[in-house]
């Protein structure tokens, strides 16, 4: 099978003039999600009113669209269920890890990491109490750090900064020879590169929606709980709609059946409708092809950048199998060149203190909008255009 990236294109809605290299921090909005919200909106919500819990399927939500996600992850069928933010799904994934790897009380993370994965693990430490504590080391001593200490290693695959990324089979197998558990965090992997959770022994995972596979602004994020551990984690967010029968109205928590344990409360329909008609969009694609396209146009930009500025310096591993779907340049004035860049049609995004981040997703990006992206790029930087007040004032979302 190969897929026409033509087509896959025009199930977005991109406005004209942009070339949108952010899709690993808001994925476009493909067409079918503006109508099935729509949809969702006016005959069911309007017109089945609460019915829509059982006539639309709304309750089934999470799980059916988790078992879609599911495939894009190398996760088996009925280990995802989505909902809630990916804050709350870290705090899930973590609680339960721990909590079935007592009396081990190390949490070990690197510092990329992304900055709510270490608070939700720091916060959760806290409440915890004596004797818990994270600790972070830079990445790439992650693997010489683990030891029988540990209770659980907590890490993001692909750095949101740099687009490093970590060799997720070989860190699972040395963390499970030291009964260490292994919580990954999928944001900027899920929908850009090939995962196999199944096939690397994965325990935990989460992700979101929002960044590679499009669900809008918002959207609800992903757990992934291994079936061999599925019956003992225990959910530390005991919520009605993670019980075994919430219209039961017991008194009494008792965890639901699998995976679906992981829900918390009342599911975002509107959100979750968008995901679903965004996944149509994976229908006919494989993430090996995505991956190698994705690889030959962030080859392009890097190619083209280095040879046109030299003053941007590569933050991003150059070997292939370190890196995620996005590039990433420091310069000591990213943030107005971002902001000159954004003047231009030319979208990334700015990450402190000088990253300035492009992210390649096939989907809807073709080597013509790299190439063009790379001569504005080049042109703002050799004429300095950004260097103007008006690019130099940050909002509050850089
Ligand atoms: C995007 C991202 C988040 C964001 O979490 P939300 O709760 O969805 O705001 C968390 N962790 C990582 C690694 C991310 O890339």
Same mark, same amino acid.
């Given at each position: ?71 894009? &992850? ?54 915890? !109490? ?47 020879? *030291? ?9 900027? %992997?899920? !929908? ?16 979101? %929606? ?31 709609? !993670? ?76 070997? *292939? ?9 420091? *310069? ?9 860049? &954004? ?21 809807? &990006? ?33």
């Amino acid at each position: 099978m190969t897929t026409d990236f033509n087509a896959t294109k025009a199930m977005f809605d991109l406005p004209d003039g942009v070339i949108y290299l952010d899709g690993n921090s808001l994925g476009p909005m493909p067409k079918a999600a503006a109508a099935r919200v729509a949809q969702t909106v006016t005959a069911e919500w309007g017109q089945m009113l609460i019915r829509g819990w059982n006539q639309a399927g709304w309750m089934e939500m999470p799980s059916r669209i988790g078992n879609r996600i599911a495939k894009l &992850i190398g996760a088996e069928e009925g280990s995802v269920v989505m909902g809630d933010t990916l804050s709350i799904k870290v705090y899930q994934a973590l609680a339960s890890a721990l909590e079935m790897n007592k009396p081990r009380k190390v949490i070990l993370s690197d510092n990329g990491n992304f900055p709510s994965d270490l608070y939700i693990a720091d916060g959760l430490a806290r409440t915890l !109490g004596e004797g818990y504590e994270l600790r972070t080391v830079a990445p790439e001593d992650v693997e010489a750090a683990i030891t029988d200490e540990l209770a659980v290693l907590m890490l993001t695959e692909v750095d949101y900064r740099t687009g490093r990324k970590h060799d997720m089979a070989r860190l699972i197998e040395k963390a499970h020879a *030291h009964g260490v558990l292994v919580v990954w965090d999928l944001a900027h %992997s899920a !929908g850009a590169i090939p995962v196999e959770l199944a096939r690397d022994g994965a325990d935990f995972a989460v992700g979101c %929606s929002y960044k590679y596979l499009n669900s809008g602004p918002g959207g609800p994020a992903f757990i992934y709980v291994a079936p061999r551990h599925q019956e003992r984690a225990r959910p530390a967010l005991s919520g009605w709609l !993670g019980h075994e029968a919430p219209f039961a109205f017991d008194l009494d928590y008792r965890p639901g059946n699998g995976v679906e344990r992981m829900r918390v409360g009342t599911p975002p329909i509107l959100q979750l409708a968008a995901l679903d008609a965004a996944l149509d969009v994976w229908e006919g694609v494989t993430l090996q092809e995505i991956r190698a396209a994705a690889l030959a146009l962030q080859d392009r930009f890097i190619a083209g950048v280095e040879a046109a500025c030299p003053d941007l310096e590569l933050a991003t591993p150059r070997e *292939h199998a370190n890196r995620g779907s996005q590039v990433s340049f420091r *310069h000591a004035e990213g943030y107005a060149v971002m902001q000159a860049l &954004i003047a231009e049609g030319v979208i990334g995004d700015f990450r402190a203190p000088d990253i300035l981040r492009f992210g390649f997703t096939p989907l809807y &990006i073709g080597p013509d909008e790299v190439d063009r992206a790379v001569q504005i790029l080049a042109r703002i930087i050799e004429t300095k255009a950004w260097d103007r007040p008006e690019f130099k004032a940050r909002s509050r979302v850089t």
